[in-house]
């Protein structure tokens, strides 16, 4: 069964090594880093707070280094990336007119039956395009693999062998947050996921964004542009029901009921939790079995407690 700890951001304040603790009889720890791109590695801060050795697996250079000897997987991933891109461009367009058509149901004053009628449809037509984008994500990947099988390819096999091997070897393993559509691109080329269903995982901000069901970006604030929740991905579903939200604090309107009511109403039936500095929630299987540090967005516009199993 797996065992699965998610934590929230651990540059402010680590709690890594809460959840480290109870596992130090368990064996070696290995992280996985990769959403970190160009410092992947960088453990000694890692290592310092936790106060052993930690290998990292390396798959952000594994990778550059099997499509540097494979140009044709080079150019087909390039092509996949830039149909992403695409998907995502035409999804943000049509995102921000359904929201905003929500956002002005709900500021009309009164909650009569026809009101209500007509907000439930505007969320509908929302939640009805995320799903429609999701397919067309989940269909572009599954095509991409159907055709060039990447974990077949050699050079992606040979990288793919000594990951698994380093795997092998820990039965504990850290995702670390980052650039989470680098970090999932990167797990999903070298098919990890049942591997990973295998150890004790703990993860962290964007780490237990792409061990979820379905990625969500989100901020309602930003410097530039509308802040409108999008989907950018299907997850790996390591684990079922949870929406992480990491920094939610610093990027959610967690005072503003109809905001928190809205993003619990259209990811429902996924159960969306806050994951700030300090938060520590464990997982058995697909049931979260005790939570800290965090808090349910509620369809009632509230901060609710975790719902456990």
Known sequence: MTEITLLGPQRERPNLVDATRPLASAGKICAITAGWQQREGELSELQAHLGTHVEDVQLYRRLDHALSLDPELFQAHRERQS?????????????????????????????????????????????ALDRHHLRQIIAIHAA???????????????QREAVIRRLDACPVVLIAGGHVGVLLSRLRLFEIASELRERILIAWSAG??????????????????????????????????????????????????????????????????????????????????????????????????????
């Open 83 to 127: 149909q992403l891109r695409q998907r995502q461009k035409w999804y943000r367009r049509r995102l921000h007119h359904y929201m905003d058509a929500y956002l002005e149901l709900a500021s009309e004053t009164g909650n009569g039956a026809a009101l209500l009628a007509e907000r439930r449809a505007a969320l509908n037509t929302i939640r």
């Open 144 to 158: 991409f693999t159907a055709r060039w099988r990447p974990s077949k390819r050699p050079a992606i096999a040979e």
């Open 208 to 309: 237990a964004m792409a061990l979820s069901e379905r990625v969500v970006l989100f901020h309602d604030s930003p410097p530039q542009g509308a802040g409108h929740a999008e989907v950018l991905d299907a997850g790996l579903s390591v684990f079922r029901h949870l929406l992480p939200l990491p920094h939610a604090r610093g990027r959610l309107r967690l005072h503003d009921p109809r905001r928190v009511a809205l993003l619990a109403r259209r990811f429902h039936p996924l159960q969306a939790l806050t994951l700030d500095a300090g938060s520590l929630i464990r997982i058995s299987g697909h049931a979260l079995v005790s939570a800290q540090g965090t808090a349910r967005l509620s369809a009632r516009g509230t901060l609710a407690e975790a719902r456990l199993a």
